[in-house]
Antibody, heavy 119, light 107 residues
């Protein structure tokens, strides 16, 4: 059974960089043509897609975040990562990593990681 | 960007009842639509993809329909674990976009 697990600091200072890693188990990140993505959810609000990457490094980003976000993949460790620069309080959210299946719906999700941006 | 609009925002229902949730796309997305359920403190879970295909292990009381711009998720015989928030998501075009959610609460 495929599992995804987010890890990283739960507290980031305003104007600094948010960094999260998603570790995939139960399957190889290099198998198939899936995208691997990030979604966030501010407290009490809805879901926002951040971006996605294939194992070969092809990426798509949400235009609203593209200038501050980068996603990378580490196939040797079966992981992919999110970096978001110049964070503010509005970036406080639960960040989910997920596998996109076939047509790009989210088939598998991590449990989520709360990241709080402090001033 | 394709805007997804869900209605209603909140539904108050009793266990055992049935409900229909709506999702509208701002342009034609064919059948490139999925539905998710999010329980309190949990990650979203895929229920339906390709507008009407139940994901593995999803009970038959969940059904999806629609194509183009109008979609519905129907749940019959609501059980306690079905309460929470439901989201639709389109994958016709990048960026991937979600509806704002419909909250199903206990009456």
């Amino acid at each position: 059974q495929m599992q995804l697990q987010e890890s990283g600091p739960g507290l980031v200072k305003s104007s600094e960089t948010l960094s999260l890693i998603c570790t995939v188990s139960g399957g190889s990140i290099s198998r198939g043509s899936h995208y691997w993505g990030w979604v966030r959810q501010p407290p009490g609000k809805g879901l926002e897609w951040i971006g996605a990457i294939t194992y070969s490094g092809s990426t798509f980003y949400n235009p609203s975040l593209k200038s501050r976000v980068s996603i990378s993949v580490d196939t040797s460790n079966n992981q992919f990562s999110l970096k978001m620069i110049s964070v503010t309080a509005t970036d406080t959210s639960v960040y989910y990593c997920a596998r996109l299946d076939y047509s790009n719906y989210f088939g598998y999700w991590g449990q989520g990681a709360l990241v709080t941006v402090s001033s | 960007e394709i805007v997804m609009t869900q209605s209603p925002a909140t539904l108050s229902v009793s266990p055992g009842e049935g409900v229909t949730l709506s999702c509208r796309a701002s342009q034609n997305i064919k059948d490139n639509l999925s539905w998710y359920h999010q329980g309190p403190g949990q990650a979203p879970r895929l229920l339906i993809h390709d507008a009407s295909t139940r994901d593995t292990g999803i009970p038959a009381r969940f059904s999806g329909s629609g194509s183009g711009t109008e979609f519905t998720l129907t749940i019959i015989g609501l059980q306690s674990e079905d309460f929470g928030v439901y989201y639709c998501q389109q994958y016709e075009n990048w960026p991937l976009t979600f509806g704002q959610g419909t909250r199903l609460e206990l009456k």
